[in-house]
């Protein structure tokens, strides 16, 4: 049934029914014109970002489930790259009238199996109408005591990565690239800890086709990517960003905030064994995609380099880290495989760029 | 110039220069991953609502100032109608690439006077290509110690409401009949305080014209509305909400919430001067204007009846109050002039609704 012939109210009563919890901070939850929470012991840190039918995300591959998904955590990880602890959630999702009401469910079906994972509650949005392409926006409160900014990197920090870097990149260019089939397979089986018979993907402008077990984790990174928590490192880190636009790019915010410059050795970039397979397979540059590729949502920051903190840094409980390079003075520099140097060229992602 | 000749990141450098503020409560503004603001004493009230293209307002009509304008006014609307204050805004934009930057800072003109009159301040937010229509996303946090919901009427309470109901929906009825020369005019005129040489406005259905001073209040109701000020009426209030979606539909989410009935004298409806000659120009139903109008984005409001209430009710400084009915045990009820009582329809706009 078409979320038109249900009704906004009959959907938001639903909404409000499903997603509402008790927790002593929330005293005024769903519901009302605004939501009112307790006051806090720590800073707020908010962030908030859309996501754009036709710009952020494609339905021919992208499930609603997915879009739910990720829109939760591209939020998360922003609060993350802050040193935050992400709280409370705020949904403003508009949506074509002719939607089918099972799709609208498995939207929130994606968005529920997000804020379980970040112990986040929703408090409220709104939901209306649009004329032609779904657009969605989310806005996340959390608390944080110890922030981490772009601006503190100093001279001397080492520069680390959380994770892989590329992965999200190498997986769209995939999914750009497969069959109708393919992408009806990769919109219905996507999703963290799925264990269905794994198939096999066609590629709809060549012969050659990619295992399930070598596309999953890259496709995975693209669609449903898991915001990396930033508790640990956060007791070390001098400076913080989440990487969304591309590593360079991201890298230089950091460099122009804290005014300093940053050398990466490009044979230390955590480069995943599949995204090697699939660039391979694709004819894909691996260096361009992990330095440019954008929505990693990896964590990129800087720490001190005392050896206690660089041991500490390496063996982290909660998650993966590398060290890629340091920060210099002025110069952005990378160092290739030849020890040569060269200047860092920050591309990634613009709007509205020509 | 195309917005996509400028370029994201241009854009995004000049709007944070633009906006960027100093508070003592902010801590990271605009410009990081996400903002940080300082604990704050007070409970937290939080709000998010989004306007798009084709639904929500047309740009045959509305300008970009109109638009931005109106976005801050329905967010600090629902923070005031909790009894809050408003504090901090947020901002998610999707435009079209070729929109041009005149226009793109035509709203933030809007959005900078709104948030001037409000004394808020921008932190954060988004900005991204839209592939066909504009959708822009708010939120707004604001902070309160004595918080009104919608669920506090008793029986007994008397009903109030601000200003007058109608005039934004007989605006909007106005707007949609105009000639394209005097969509023009609007377009290029509606500003709050403006005072320049009063135009007359054409209808394109009928040879009949309008005068801009019966115009004027009603089309600048609908394009620029001022949330009211609820400071001082939560001293009093027991339950609170802004009238959006229309009179009697959110009269009934107060009766919902309070688990009480309402009854409504018609001949007491606050109706201006304007709406009334501008009703019977187009021919148009004044009760259904006033009952189910929405976007008046007046507060409505319910206070126990002890007479020095009442009499501090009726005088209060910031603005006029008219008491249109009583909090009753269980029936929904107008009354019409010949004292005869019928059931209230609650109509209003419903997003979905076939």
Chains 1, 2 share one sequence.
């Not at 190498?170 to 919109?187: A, F, H, N, P, Y």
């Not at 295992?211 to 956060?234: C, F, G, K, V, Y």
């Amino acid at each position: 049934m078409h979320i038109s012939r249900v009704g906004e109210l009959k959907l938001l009563k639903e909404v409000r029914e499903r997603f509402s919890s008790t927790d002593a901070d929330i005293l005024i939850g769903i519901g009302d014109d605004a939501a009112v929470i307790a006051p806090q012991k720590e800073n707020l840190v908010v962030t908030t970002d859309m996501m754009n039918e036709g710009v952020h995300f494609d339905l021919s591959y992208s499930s609603f489930f997915h879009i739910g998904f990720k829109l939760i955590s591209v939020n998360v990880s922003d609060i993350m790259a802050m040193g935050g602890k992400p709280r409370f959630l705020f949904l403003n999702i508009s949506i074509k009238k002719d939607t089918e009401e099972e799709a609208f469910w498995k939207l929130y079906e994606g968005i529920a199996y997000a804020m379980d994972i970040y112990g986040i509650k929703l408090l409220g949005g709104d939901l209306c109408s649009s004329k032609n392409d779904m657009a969605l926006s989310a806005t996340v409160l959390g608390t944080g005591s110890k922030i981490i900014t772009r601006g503190g990197a100093s001279v001397g920090d080492r520069i680390y990565v959380t994770g892989n870097i590329g992965d999200s990149a190498c997986g769209l260019e995939m999914l750009q690239r497969l069959t109708d089939e393919s992408k009806e397979i990769v919109k219905n089986s996507i999703r963290i800890g799925d264990t269905e018979t794994p198939p096999i993907l066609q590629f709809s402008d060549s012969p050659i086709h990619i295992d399930w077990n070598i596309a999953e984790p890259l496709l995975r990174r693209h669609l449903t990517p898991l915001a990396r928590d930033s508790s640990e490192i956060a007791q070390y880190a001098s400076s913080m960003i989440d990487i969304s636009d591309g590593l360079f790019i991201d890298l230089c915010r950091i460099c122009d905030e804290s005014n300093v410059g940053a050398k990466i050795y490009l044979d230390k970039l955590p480069i995943s064994y599949e995204m090697r397979f699939a660039a391979e397979i694709m004819g894909l540059d691996l260096l361009h995609l992990a330095a440019s590729g954008g929505e990693d949502y990896e964590l990129l920051f800087t720490a001190p380099t005392e050896d206690n903190l660089k041991s500490q840094i390496s063996n982290l409980k909660s998650q993966r880290i590398t060290c890629i390079g340091e920060i210099i003075e002025k110069d952005r520099v990378v160092v290739d495989k030849a020890g040569k140097e060269l200047p860092m060229k920050a591309e990634g992602y613009q709007h509205f760029k020509a």
